[in-house]
């Protein structure tokens, strides 16, 4: 993994396969200087239909043209409904209508909805034109813009996808500061996740800069993102398909689904994700003789970013009547098993099996 600094932004290059590498960049002023190479003919450029990101998007796209290449269009759609197989339809229409090649780079500016929807138009479009990723969201900024997955819902929430890792992933900073209180914390549970799975290092460092981070530095976002992108990609260059060791990011979200899905998407991912971290930490301590101050540790920091370490009372009623029905839902399901990471301590996961009945044990102790 080689790391360049050219300014206020500093790149980093992984190899996935022998035919796939991502360069993730971050930094104040990385979109006027993406790393070179990126484009070989022409571009398409999709974005979010929020100001901020308009406008960046618009002066990408000149950048793009300042550099004496051809913008072949703009098209925007951002949440939940551009995961739609009809809005895929539409976007694969209109690639074709603007000429779009195997060579045309498709830039995408978004939050992890929009990143996973055009992503997936991308990776299916002439069988798959190349992607640059411009996470918007502090979500995909943190965890969703690596690793690959792309995805429409169709009857269930990510039925329909392809793995397409993008070429590049650039964070700019100053494009989170847009992000509503709610939406711009949620997405620090799954820095919070990749920390506990790095280990008591990277969990320090997390401290570190998660004030200036909060308080939207654009430097301590940059340094946040980098970080965490990398740790994500140090896993997935391991396990590019998702065959066994990335099993291991799913930490909190056995138990964060069934909160999420419980509360009928009313609480965000990351809400219900540091619910779930905590209740399976809490399990882990039983099951693998996990130390209690890790717990402690986590229980802190998730006061510190402002996010729930328990769902709201309102929610619990739901939770207890529908967890061992979304539990049986859960794609990790062997038969009465659920094979969940529980961690051993910071930087040392297991992937063990273990019975629906203790899950829901455990939720009726923690919450019930
Ligand atoms: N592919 C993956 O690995 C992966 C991982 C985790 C989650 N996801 C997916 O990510 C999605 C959730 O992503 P999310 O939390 O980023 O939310 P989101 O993409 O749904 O965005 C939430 C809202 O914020 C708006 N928005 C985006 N950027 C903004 C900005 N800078 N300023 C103001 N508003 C902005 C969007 O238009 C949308 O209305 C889910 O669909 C989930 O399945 C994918």
Redesign the pocket.
């Known amino acids: 993994m080689a790391q360049a600094n050219i300014g206020n932004v500093t790149s980093k290059k992984y190899r996935i396969t022998c035919e796939e590498e991502t360069i993730i960049a971050a930094g104040e002023g990385v979109l006027s200087s993406p790393p070179p190479g990126l484009i070989s003919s022409d571009a398409i450029v999709i974005h979010?239909p929020?100001d901020?990101?308009a406008e960046a998007a618009k002066h990408l796209a000149s950048s793009i043209e300042e550099a004496g290449f051809r913008v072949l269009g703009l098209r925007s759609c951002?949440?939940?409904s551009c995961?739609s197989i009809e809005w895929i339809v539409d976007t694969w229409r209109w690639l074709a209508q603007a000429n779009a090649s195997r060579a045309t780079t498709v830039f995408i500016l978004?939050?992890?909805?929009?990143?996973?929807a055009a992503g997936f138009a991308a990776a299916t479009f002439m069988r798959g034109l190349p992607t640059v990723l411009v996470p918007?969201?502090t979500?995909?900024a943190f965890?969703?813009a690596v690793?690959g997955?792309t995805a429409v819902n169709l009857e269930g929430?990510?039925v329909v996808g392809a793995f397409h890792n993008p070429r590049a992933v650039l964070v700019e900073p100053r494009?989170?500061a847009?992000?509503p209180e709610r939406?711009f914390k949620?997405g620090f549970a799954e820095a919070v996740k990749h920390s506990l799975l790095s280990g008591w290092s990277d969990m320090k460092f997390l401290e570190s800069v998660i004030g200036g981070a909060l308080a939207r530095s654009p430097e301590s976002l940059s340094q946040l993102a980098l970080w965490s992108l990398g740790f994500k990609m140090s896993i997935v260059v391991k396990d590019p398909r998702e065959g066994g060791l990335r099993r291991i990011l799913n930490l909190g979200h056995t138990i964060g689904h069934v909160v999420e899905a419980a509360s009928r998407y009313s609480l965000t991912?990351g809400e219900a994700v540091a619910a779930g971290l905590i209740a399976e930490l809490m399990l882990a301590e039983e099951e693998t003789r996990l130390d209690s101050s890790v717990t402690r540790w986590t229980a802190n920091t998730i006061d510190s970013i402002g996010l729930p370490r328990s769902p709201p009372e309102k929610v619990i009623p739901s939770i207890l009547a529908n967890a061992r029905r979304l539990l049986l839902l859960d794609k990790k399901r062997v038969g009465e098993t659920i094979v969940m990471p529980l961690l051993r301590e910071p930087g040392d996961v297991v992937l063990a099996r273990v019975s629906i009945g203790r899950i829901l044990s455990l939720i009726e102790v923690a919450w019930g």
């Open positions: 979010e929020v901020q990101v951002g949440g939940e995961k978004g939050g992890g909805a929009l990143l996973d918007t969201t979500l995909s965890d969703a690793g997955k929430k990510n494009l989170l847009s992000l939406p949620s991912h």
